[in-house]
């Protein structure tokens, strides 16, 4: 791995989760997907942590926590049935702004911003897929973070 690229704000971490440890989602262009998620998951304050050139891109807060990468058997990288990431937002508006960003960065909306539990109240809910079909929910459950 000399080809190995860390980010400075990775020198100290601070492993404090549990399971899951990250998710990756399969690329076929690096520079579309990065582009798509560089900007999207700045919405969450997270950048990159861990860049393996023509690889993957590791993305994170203080830890490796998604990323994208290029199949480890030179195959095409294919959008798996019935998979999906989930994002927590802060709030409502920030699960609007998320899933407003992914369709305007050339995300596709597999569903508008809104509530999806019994009586219309919990948890609030949009979805969407990146450039590449994979699925992601981005929610708020309970009352918005002050």
Known sequence: MNDTVISN???KLDKVRSLPGH???GANNLE???DFYDKLLALFG???VLVQPGRAIYYGHKTLEFGIIKPFDGELA???NGGMVAFEARSR???KEVHATALR???E????PGPRGENGSDPFCAYFRDPEGNKFLVYRAGPDEN
């Open 93 to 95: 508006a920030h699960v």
């Open 32 to 34: 579309v997907a990065s």
């Open 9 to 11: 704000s990775t020198a």
């Open 46 to 48: 997270i950048g990159r």
């Open 109 to 112: 909306d597999e569903g508008a």
């Open 78 to 80: 294919t959008v798996g």
């Open 105 to 107: 960065l050339g995300g």
């Open 23 to 25: 998710t990756t989602v």
